[in-house]
């Protein structure tokens, strides 16, 4: 089994970034990114971190970053400041 799932992320088939919407060219989420999904329906860390495909440490990184322009607001939805 184990050498099954090896294979498929070896082959290329699950790789990071192919779940939700793609990375920035550099391979990293960016606030942008973060802020054009937001925009498009709203969130918590955890459903961000879902879709980019990355941990809930990743995503309050950036969004306890000052100039990343986004906050967690009431009931733990990020929002744009």
Do not use: C
Not at 48 to 55: L, P, Q, R, V, W
């Amino acid at each position: 089994m184990a050498d099954t799932v090896e294979e498929t992320f070896k082959g290329g088939f699950l790789t990071q970034g192919q779940v939700g919407m793609p990375f920035s060219q550099n391979g990293k989420l960016s606030p942008e990114l973060v802020k054009a999904y937001i925009a498009a329906k709203s969130q918590r860390v955890s459903g961000i971190a879902k879709h980019f495909n990355t941990s809930e440490t990743n995503v309050r990184a950036i969004i306890d970053n000052p100039e990343s322009g986004l906050q967690i607001g009431e009931r733990g939805w990020v929002r744009t400041v």
